[in-house]
């Protein structure tokens, strides 16, 4: 079946740096995307990667291993608006969006 | 302004009553896609369509229907409405791009008592 997994909740200091992980298995693979949704809101993009490799987008970073069907989401000098639920999704074979459950991240002060 | 709209945003109703949820995308695109949120269970896809005239079943397809008589437009029917609808419900559409990213729409609640 297909999987996405990525931890429930992490909480984070305002100004530090936090890693968000993301495993998945799924029938093929056409790219993985990060999304960010803050309660009550619509998603919104943040990166999409299909090669291996960091992709760099101002205080955020994504990151891809095919081969270990794994990726990240760092977030660097964190600020209180970044307290949201960050979503991992892949692109299967078929071309269907799988999401995960999300992560909720809390900042503190 | 590149956008997603849904009508209503928010809504509450009775088991039974027939209702729909409109979805308007003015981008053009040719894929758009409903899900619903729940608390534990994230975002679970309800239907898409590839083009006008082409709809399939998500992972949650029981007690919804939609159509897609024209590209900018899908609306989600619920024929009779029951309790374990309530949820958070988005409408989404997609270019054709390489990244292909889901613009989504700003989400309508919906309570059935």
């Known amino acids: 079946g297909q999987n996405i997994d990525q931890p429930t909740e992490m909480t984070a200091t305002e100004g530090a740096i936090v890693q968000i992980n993301c495993t998945y298995q799924?029938?093929?693979?056409?790219?993985l995307f990060w999304y960010q949704q803050h309660a009550g809101e619509a998603p919104t993009f943040l990166s999409y990667?299909?090669?291996?490799g960091l992709e760099e987008k101002g205080r955020f970073s994504s990151f891809l291993s095919r081969s270990k069907g794994y990726s990240y989401l760092l977030l660097k000098e964190l600020q209180m608006k970044d307290s949201a639920s960050y979503l991992c999704?892949?692109?299967?074979?078929?071309?269907?969006?799988?999401f995960g459950k999300g992560t909720r991240l809390h900042i503190l002060p | 302004e590149a956008q997603v709209t849904q009508n209503p945003r928010y809504l509450i109703t009775v088991t039974g009553k027939k209702l729909t949820v409109t979805c308007s995308q003015n981008?053009?695109?040719?894929?758009m896609s409903w899900y619903r949120q729940d608390p534990g269970l994230g975002l679970r896809q309800i239907y898409y369509?590839?083009?006008?005239?082409?709809?399939d079943k998500g992972d949650v397809p029981e007690g919804y229907k939609v159509s897609r008589k024209e590209k900018r437009n899908f609306p989600l029917i619920l024929e009779s409405p029951s309790p374990n609808q309530t949820s958070l419900y988005f409408c989404?559409?997609?270019?054709?791009?390489?990244?292909?990213?889901?613009?989504f729409g700003e989400g309508s609640r919906l309570t059935v008592l």
């Open positions: 989404a559409s997609r270019g054709a791009g390489a990244g292909g990213e889901l613009f």
């Open positions: 799924t029938s093929g693979f056409n790219g």
């Open positions: 990667n299909v090669l291996d």
């Open positions: 999704a892949v692109r299967d074979r078929d071309d269907k969006i799988i």
């Open positions: 981008m053009n695109h040719e894929y």
């Open positions: 369509s590839m083009n006008v005239e082409v709809t």
